[in-house]
């Protein structure tokens, strides 16, 4: 059982970690050559995909950069040194470019994918700490991390090491993603559940169909029925429809509140005559994003959402939106 130091001074030790790793990721700028543009060139005529490889911590690190190009727009996958070894070589194709991950650049399982990779004739990119170990000599690009230590006291655990390489992971994904000009849209196509995806890509029947929200009444009804279907939908308004199925206008609780305020009987009233009569509508191949926009410019709360004859074919208030994350 280990023991345990009496005292410990856990934020010096933590500022500690932070400045080392932070100094070599910005001294790693230092170390960036022609080979970084070659790397990334490379990816970037890759027909088929990139696949990342490493053993322990640096494959840990592989399968969130091999996520990080895959969600922005670069086709990759992380492929286990050791699961290539007994078939998993078999995804690997000419057409694909390899990212091998070794801070010593001396992994065994790494380097017995080699021969392997030779003979299909990937492109092989590597990202190592040494660029005189086998595995830099042996590879087509090499992408050296520069000279740092540890940020364990024992300079034995990968921490600054596993962090400059997922750094140098995302700059290059960054990269990549300018090059190809990917856009929010692209991202959110790849995240359609993400918040991003679901500001960008739902459209107002989408919102429709969750909420299932359609009060209506027609021109003759009074305020009275109104508040009972307002009421029945949870909504704060309703729809006012003229007897062809038209809308004639929306009537809203805070109508109602306004004229009761003003001392006016209006429950008997038709909801013509306090209605408005000259609502802002949407239609439902609209993005939510931009009614949202709407919403907010002119602070209302409902909107009814209508098709090209004018007939509503439900009401979407600014909470169902917010709500869904939009």
């Given at each position: ?79 286990h040194p ?29 380097l017995n ?63 990549l993603l ?149």
């Amino acid at each position: 059982m280990l023991d345990l130091q009496t005292e410990v001074d856990y934020r010096s030790i933590v500022e500690e970690v932070l400045d080392v790793e932070a100094g070599a990721i910005t001294s790693l700028k230092e170390h960036l050559d022609e080979n970084i543009d070659k790397a990334i060139e490379m990816i970037l005529s890759t027909k088929n995909r990139t696949i990342i490889t490493g053993m322990g911590k640096s494959g840990l690190i592989g399968k969130k950069i091999a996520a990080t190009l895959a969600s922005t727009g670069t086709p990759a996958i992380y492929m286990h040194p050791s699961e290539g070894l007994h078939g998993d070589l078999g995804m690997v194709t000419s057409e694909d470019t390899v990212i091998a991950l070794s801070n010593s650049g001396e992994t065994e399982e790494v380097l017995n994918l080699l021969p392997s990779l030779q003979k299909i004739g990937t492109n092989l990119i590597c990202i190592v700490k040494n660029p005189m170990s086998t595995l830099a000599i042996k590879s087509d690009v090499v992408l050296t991390l520069g000279r740092f230590e540890e940020a364990c006291p024992l300079r034995l655990a990968p921490t600054t090491s596993t962090t400059v390489t997922l750094a140098l992971g995302d700059a290059i994904a960054v990269a990549l993603l300018k090059k190809r000009n990917f856009q929010p849209e692209d991202f959110a196509l790849f995240h359609p559940s993400g918040s991003l995806g679901r500001r960008l890509l739902m459209t107002i029947d989408n919102l429709l169909a969750a909420s299932k929200k359609s009060p209506m009444v027609t021109e003759s009804c009074t305020v009275k029925d109104a508040l009972f279907e307002m009421t029945k939908h949870g909504l704060g308004a309703t729809c006012i429809v003229g007897e062809d199925g038209t809308l004639q206008g929306i009537l809203t609780d805070g109508d109602i509140r306004r004229a009761m305020a003003s001392g006016e009987d209006v429950m008997d009233q038709t909801v013509k005559e306090l209605g408005n009569t000259m609502p802002i509508t949407t239609q439902a191949d609209v993005l939510a994003t931009n009614v949202l926009e709407i919403m907010e410019e002119k602070r209302i709360n409902v909107m009814p959402v209508i098709d090209e004859n004018n007939k509503p074919l439900g009401m979407i208030h600014f909470h169902d939106m917010m709500n869904l994350g939009i």
